[in-house]
């Protein structure tokens, strides 16, 4: 009787999530530079789509196309149009979806619920005097996806702000690293030892002044494992 209990308490324990659980709810493949597709179960979230359509052709068609801000290498209307379909959700800030024939506005700060899927759009801005034209505060967005207890956290373009510093239970963070439009590498590991995701996945380093030090960015994380994917 009671290894029969025990047996039970062992099943249950096994049974316990692991980590790589993360993976198993949101799978990511680069496009390229800020370009990802996202899979979420049966839900297909193409993320600042640009480029050419072929580059989509081995997925399904988007459920919902989530974009950052304005900017070309994060908003092509052409493509967009090429890529939906009926159904397919457009969600981005005012600034983007004015440019749309359709679309949901999410704002920083807003909350949505699609597909049993929680996005929280979350500020994303420059900081530095030099650079706050790239990236005005207010305009553009961040988001954080949630699915069964997973967070995924994608940055947009912006620098180290209080706000992404202060988010909670990220387990994967895609974080942008560029100059002179978002942040250095030191910037983008302090914010990162700051808000402790599980996984960072470093994206959009590659700037004006050529690839961020990525080997610099995984030395100075020493809160999360550092997942590098080809983006270039
Ligand atoms: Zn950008």
């Not at 929280?120 to 996806?145: K, M, S, W």
């Not at 180290?160 to 963070?173: C, F, G, Q, T, V």
């Not at 002179?180 to 380093?205: C, D, G, L, R």
């Not at 494992?225 to 080809?230: D, F, G, I």
Request: negative net charge; contains cysteine.
């Amino acid at each position: 009787m009671k290894s029969a209990l025990y047996l039970f308490l062992l099943a249950t324990l096994v049974a316990i999530p692991s980590p790589s659980q993360s993976a198993d709810v949101f799978k990511y493949t680069p496009i390229t530079h800020a370009t990802f597709v996202l899979q979420a179960g049966a839900t297909t979230i193409y993320v600042d789509p640009v480029g050419d359509a072929a580059a989509f052709s081995g997925f399904p068609p988007p459920d919902l196309i989530l974009i950052t801000h304005i900017h070309k290498d994060h908003l092509a209307p052409e493509l967009i149009g090429a890529l939906r379909r009926e159904g397919t959700a457009l969600i981005g800030p005012a600034t983007v979806i004015e440019q749309l024939p359709a679309g949901a506005v999410m704002n920083n700060g807003d909350n949505l619920e699609i597909a049993g899927l929680k996005i929280e759009a979350i500020p994303a801005y420059n900081t530095t005097p030099e650079r706050l034209n790239f990236h005005p505060q207010g305009r553009d967005n961040g988001y954080v996806l949630e699915k069964e207890g997973v967070r995924l956290y994608i940055s947009g373009d912006t620098e180290d702000i209080p706000e992404m510093r202060a988010l909670k239970n990220i387990d994967i963070a895609f974080v942008c690293m560029n100059l002179p439009f978002t942040m250095t590498v030191e910037q983008a590991a302090s914010a990162v030892n700051a808000f402790k995701p599980k996984t960072v996945i470093p994206y959009h380093y590659r700037g004006k002044e050529g690839m961020s030090d990525l080997d610099t960015f995984a030395q100075l994380v020493s809160t999360a494992a550092v997942e590098r994917l080809k983006w270039y």
